[in-house]
């Protein structure tokens, strides 16, 4: 198996990482900033929620209804980047 777990658990994108592998945790490749979600992870609307929800619990902010959230799906990075952006805002 060739399942990346990142080295650096305590950052906002490892912890991304972390959460991706919850949601699919027979996910069989390496996960980079430039990774699609839906795409490359075959992410659909349920898991993306679930990581939505588990990524505001994580790091306590309330991403709402805003379009920035949708667009930040576009890639790993992009919504790593995201939460580093909101994280601690409720």
Request: charge should be negative; hydrophobic fraction near 40%; avoid cysteine.
């Amino acid at each position: 198996m060739n399942t990346y777990i990142a080295k650096d658990t305590e950052s906002v994108f490892g912890q991304v990482v972390e959460l991706i592998h919850e949601i699919v945790p027979d996910l069989d490749m390496e996960i980079t900033e430039e990774t699609k979600m839906f795409e490359d992870l075959e992410f659909d609307s349920i898991s993306t929620m679930q990581l939505l929800v588990a990524a505001e619990e994580r790091f306590g902010f309330d991403a709402g209804d805003s379009e920035e959230s949708l667009q930040a799906f576009e890639t790993v990075g992009a919504f790593a980047a995201f939460v580093e952006k909101y994280k601690g805002y409720t």
